[in-house]
């Protein structure tokens, strides 16, 4: 895979970190799936994600280059549709390593061998969190920080197993 390969970022949970990144992204001109496990969550993301548009760019929400960076993101509550045939998965779920552990376990089954899995975690162990998986190699961390569309920097923390090629790639992304 290439950089250039990838035009669709998928980002599951669409709290602080995860709306901020579908935003950051989605105005890079990537195609987002912002993923939550309910419906009010992406409501309240979008609005909070058209409100930050209005602030950065200076123009009203119902502007047409607000219009089209929207356009860009589709929300979902369905975890297959938001992964399916997607190049980079970036978790932001909540701070809890049983959680992580059971979704990076579950889209281990998922999604292709090539599909980079990464956590926006500053705080809990890569290798913990991939224990639970068979493709260890291709889990890493990505701790954008916040808001991650007003500060461009992001820590890129490789696990005990996760591959030098993966991890390359997802630095020089």
Same mark, same amino acid.
């Given at each position: 895979?290439?950089?250039?390969?990838?035009?669709?970022?998928? &980002? &599951?949970?669409a709290?602080m970190?995860g709306?901020?990144?579908?935003?950051?992204?989605?105005k890079?001109?990537?195609?987002?799936? +912002?993923?939550?496990?309910?419906?009010?969550? +992406?409501?309240?993301?979008?609005?909070?994600?058209?409100?930050?548009?209005?602030?950065?760019?200076?123009?009203?929400?119902?502007?047409?280059?607000? *219009?089209?960076?929207l356009n860009r993101?589709?929300?979902?509550t369905d975890?297959?549709?938001?992964?399916?045939?997607i190049?980079?998965?970036i978790?932001?779920?909540? @701070?809890?390593?049983?959680?992580?552990?059971?979704?990076?376990?579950?889209?281990?089954?998922?999604?292709?061998k @090539?599909t980079? &899995?990464?956590?926006?975690?500053?705080?809990i162990s890569?290798?913990?969190?991939?224990?639970?998986? *068979?493709?260890?190699?291709?889990? &890493?961390?990505?701790?954008?920080w916040?808001p991650?569309y007003?500060?461009? +920097?992001?820590e890129v923390?490789k696990?005990?197993?996760t591959?030098?090629e993966i991890?390359e790639?997802?630095?020089?992304?």
């Amino acid at each position: 895979m290439k950089i250039e390969d990838i035009n669709s970022i998928s &980002l &599951l949970g669409a709290g602080m970190i995860g709306h901020g990144l579908a935003l950051h992204f989605a105005k890079a001109g990537y195609k987002v799936y +912002l993923y939550s496990r309910t419906q009010q969550t +992406l409501d309240k993301a979008m609005e909070n994600i058209k409100s930050s548009l209005s602030m950065l760019l200076e123009k009203p929400a119902e502007s047409e280059e607000i *219009k089209q960076i929207l356009n860009r993101i589709t929300i979902t509550t369905d975890l297959a549709k938001a992964v399916s045939n997607i190049p980079l998965i970036i978790e932001s779920v909540a @701070e809890d390593l049983r959680i992580k552990q059971e979704l990076f376990k579950e889209l281990d089954g998922m999604c292709p061998k @090539e599909t980079i &899995l990464a956590t926006n975690t500053s705080v809990i162990s890569i290798t913990e969190i991939a224990s639970k998986s *068979k493709n260890r190699e291709r889990i &890493l961390g990505t701790h954008f920080w916040f808001p991650p569309y007003l500060i461009p +920097l992001v820590e890129v923390v490789k696990g005990r197993d996760t591959s030098d090629e993966i991890m390359e790639f997802t630095y020089q992304f």
